[in-house]
């Protein structure tokens, strides 16, 4: 059990190692907003959709796919339960306090830091099934979440919430598995090399909101320690629960636990941000759950590995 906590724990070590380069850069001033939001351009438009691909670059099969349609329908419960939750617990909140708050239950990072987490725990096999997952978040996030943020419901949204990278990278990528496709090895070759980016810049993106953070904020009230339990211990518990109980295959069960299990996501700040709201708050609890995380996470998947050994 020990070993499965060391394991999972040394793999968070390297990506906060990122983390604090980030920091680094960012009090040397060598980082900055400008260069944040490129580099997030980046990651969102190019290294994000490239690593999804790369991951459905593989000889189909059934046993997979069906595992696929598992990782689906588990995500998509998830994310729903997930809303449930933080709108009968924030539902009431002040509007600006409370949209933050359910935001931060719902949404994890699950593009920035589960796919490097799942890449080096569980291989292209673990970025398989993190792929629907993600496919999944991004569909909520640019539904129900930038309704939440903004406050408005319009048509146009919705068109969002199924035209985005995440999910035109993981349409991609499954046409290519489930047809055996195989690119040209020039093409391959360049997707690996750009889907390979997707470790260190969504660190160094963390760590430079890490550096401008107030963490007061997140531990300001007995609402924010309720949002950061949930996102970083309640949910992701229950989801490995719920997911062992059903018998699902150890590796998808795992790679949904890691996508759970990641901090506040950091799309709340950038939504925040946007739309006036209390984007103090936002930092700080992104903030605050990536460092809790550190010790969170380790916990939460070593038992997960553990319980699946």
Request: some cysteine.
């Amino acid at each position: 059990m020990i070993s499965s906590f060391l394991n999972v724990g040394s793999q968070v070590v390297v990506l906060f190692i990122l983390i604090g380069v980030g920091v680094v850069l960012t009090k040397l001033k060598i980082l900055s907003q400008s260069g944040v939001s490129s580099i997030t351009n980046l990651i969102l438009y190019v290294v994000s959709p490239c690593l999804i691909i790369n991951a459905f670059l593989r000889e189909y099969d059934s046993a997979m796919m069906k595992s696929l349609l598992t990782a689906l329908i588990a995500s998509i419960g998830i994310m729903t339960l997930s809303v449930v939750i933080a709108k009968l617990l924030f539902g009431k909140v002040d509007e600006n306090r409370g949209v933050i708050l359910k935001f931060a239950v719902v949404f994890s990072n699950c593009g920035f830091m589960s796919i490097p987490l799942q890449q080096a725990l569980l291989g292209d096999e673990g970025v398989f099934y993190g792929a629907v997952f993600l496919a999944v978040f991004n569909f909520f996030m640019w539904s129900y979440g930038l309704i939440t943020m903004s406050g408005e419901k319009k048509p146009k949204m919705m068109i969002k919430a199924l035209v985005n990278p995440g999910i035109i990278g993981t349409i991609i990528g499954v046409v290519l598995f489930a047809f055996s496709i195989r690119p040209p090895q020039v093409v391959t070759s360049a997707v690996d090399y750009l889907a390979s980016m997707n470790t260190a810049l969504p660190m160094i993106v963390i760590g430079y909101y890490l550096a401008t953070s107030n963490l007061k904020r997140a531990f300001s009230s007995v609402l924010s320690y309720i949002a950061m339990a949930l996102r970083l211990v309640v949910i992701p518990l229950l989801t490995m629960i719920v997911l062992f109980l059903l018998k699902v295959d150890k590796v998808l069960l795992c790679a949904i636990v890691i996508s759970v299990s990641s901090p506040v996501a950091t799309f709340t700040t950038m939504f925040s941000a946007k739309y006036g709201r209390d984007t103090e708050l936002s930092v700080g609890i992104v903030a605050a759950t990536a460092l809790l995380s550190m010790i969170t996470i380790p916990l939460v998947v070593g038992l997960t590995q553990y319980i699946t050994m």
